[in-house]
């Protein structure tokens, strides 16, 4: 800062020296280390000059170290090396001396300046100025907000004093009460205790009727199997049978046709053996009246011609009737002989199916035996299924009773 308005006035002119076209000044800074007394020591490395040069035609610029530079990077380096720019009255100039002597001790009004400004402004002090008078006014309003809230505080203080018995009377109440909840407390934890125990004998009880009741759905499952197997092995043999009794019934019906053909065999048999007895009856008699003949000797000629003749003819009727009751034998005995033998097939086939039917009749009696042997078995598991679980009903219902009325407690 100059006293001039123009830069210009600063450059030399005198007689020896005339027509200098600018001046320049030059500070050289370094920072150094502050010893004991006062010696100092500088850092190396710290060293910068500034410049400023002033031209004849009123024009000035800086410069650092010799480089030419705007003003505002001048003021951020000797801000950054701790040379305060704004409060600048370490440096006293030249004609403010007289001014500063008559200076009063304090300021009249704001807009003066007195010694006390001046120091403060010199310390660096005056900033705080501000903020003082505010913090002056918040600490007038603070006392005055404490002047209240004391004396509200001597007001609830007395009525305090006068709570005091009310005080004591509630203090023992509460007492009274938290010794109620105790004793409370420790009933209900012996409640608990109780019910925990009881709770773990019902497990275990429960653990123990689920057990038993694996086991007799366990063995329900093996029965309900063996049903299954035993059911199947039913409808196979039932199956069979069903064929057994087919080929029974159509061995049976070829057999009722076969003995149908026996009996008109057995008929025309029958009927041959009576005309044969007929005809061996006729020939009888006429053989004895043979006899009668030949014993009548006296009977005449012609007579025993004519019954000669008749015998030769019975004779001849006889030969006939053998020879036709043979032929009719043999023809009857070939005719019934395949029938014969057929039934005879049918007998041994009809017997052999018996044995069968008779044996798949056992193992079905056999099976339906088991099979009301399991469920007889099953059914008894059933029961106990049930028992168990109306026995584990029982049990929570009661210890859900024995809940309730702890909690109604």
């Known amino acids: 800062k100059i006293r001039s308005k123009s830069v210009s006035v600063l450059i030399h002119n005198s007689e020896h020296h005339q027509n200098i076209k600018s001046c320049t000044v030059s500070v050289y800074f370094q ?34 170290n010799g480089r030419k530079v705007p003003f505002k990077e001048i003021a951020i380096l000797l801000r950054d090396s701790g040379i305060d720019l704004d409060h600048n009255r370490f440096l006293i100039l030249q004609g403010e001396v007289e001014q500063i002597a008559l200076m009063k001790p304090k300021a009249q009004t704001e807009h003066d300046e007195g010694m006390l400004e001046f120091l403060e402004d010199i310390v660096g002090t ?19 907000c404490r002047g209240e809230k004391l004396n509200r505080v001597k007001v609830v203080e007395k009525e305090k004093n006068e709570l005091e018995g009310a005080k004591k009377e509630a203090e023992e109440y509460l007492a009274m009460k938290k010794d109620i909840a105790l004793k409370q407390y420790r009933l209900y934890e012996l409640y608990k205790f109780e019910c925990v125990e009881f709770e773990s004998r019902a497990k275990e009880k429960r653990d123990e009727v689920q057990l038993k009741v694996n086991e007799v759905k ?169 028992d168990a679980k109306e026995q584990h009903k029982t049990t929570k219902d009661s210890t859900t009773k024995k809940q309730r009325d702890w909690q109604s407690k």
């Open 126 to 144: 005056s900033q705080y100025k501000q903020p003082i008078d505010e913090l002056g006014i918040k600490v007038e309003e603070l006392n005055e």
């Open 218 to 386: 366990d063995m329900a499952k093996e029965s309900q199997e063996e049903i299954n197997l035993k059911t199947k092995q039913q409808k196979k043999l039932s199956k069979l049978y069903e064929q057994h009794s087919e080929k029974r019934d159509k061995a049976k019906s070829i057999l009722t046709s076969c003995e149908q053909r026996d009996v008109r065999v057995r008929q025309e048999i029958k009927n041959a053996k009576a005309q044969y007895k007929k005809i061996t009856k006729n020939l009888e008699k006429e053989i004895e009246k043979m006899k009668e003949f030949e014993t009548a000797p006296e009977r005449c000629t012609k007579e025993i011609e004519e019954f000669k003749q008749k015998m030769k003819i019975l004779e001849k009727r006889k030969i006939e009737a053998e020879d036709k009751l043979s032929e009719v034998m043999a023809s009857l005995k070939e005719d019934t002989q395949e029938l014969q033998d057929e039934k005879e097939v049918l007998e041994n086939k009809l017997v052999g199916l018996s044995q069968n039917v008779n044996q798949t009749r056992s193992k079905l009696d056999v099976s339906v035996a088991e099979l009301e042997l399991y469920r007889d078995k099953c059914t008894a598991g059933e029961r106990q299924l049930k």
């Open 31 to 64: 920072n150094i280390i502050d010893l004991p007394g006062d010696d100092f020591k500088p850092i190396p490395g710290s060293q910068f000059v500034v410049s400023r040069t002033a031209n004849k035609d009123n024009t000035s610029h800086y410069q650092l």
